[in-house]
């Protein structure tokens, strides 16, 4: 198990960018895929990217492609959501994911996932 907390959430005009972090607890996060998803108010929540143990393999969302992009930096613990040309459509509640997987696999369902930070607010304003 680790503790994910997430940080770098806020308020930012449509266009802009933001970059959020979640640091992760523990000596084994080498071993975990790593997923960003977000809810929305009346909304479910939903993948946004995801990237597996190595960082070889990443996934986002149609709605995000070409726009954000996921990295990790196992040395520090940390998974990045990097998230340019925002649009308000994106203003949500983000949250980090973690789940021990292994062969490298990219775990892409809040289901599996068994490790999660307590969220972080993204408002992007028209």
């Known amino acids: 198990q680790v503790q994910l907390v997430e940080s770098g959430g806020g308020l930012v005009q449509a266009g802009g960018s933001l970059r959020l972090s979640c640091a992760a607890s523990g000596r084994t996060f080498n071993q975990y895929s790593m997923g960003w998803f977000r809810q929305a108010p009346g909304k479910e929540r939903e993948l946004v990217s995801a990237?597996?143990?190595?960082?070889?393999?990443?996934h986002f969302a149609d709605s995000v492609k070409d726009r954000f992009t996921i990295s990790r930096d196992n040395a520090k613990n940390t998974v990045y959501l990097q998230m340019n040309s925002l649009k308000p459509e994106d203003t949500a509640v983000y949250y980090c994911?973690?789940?021990?997987?292994?062969?490298?696999?990219?775990?892409?369902?809040?289901?599996?996932?068994?490790?999660w930070g307590q969220g972080t607010q993204v408002t992007v304003s028209s």
């Open positions: 994911a973690g789940k021990r997987a292994t062969y490298g696999r990219v775990v892409l369902t809040a289901e599996e996932y068994d490790n």
């Open positions: 990237i597996n143990w190595s960082g070889s393999v990443t």
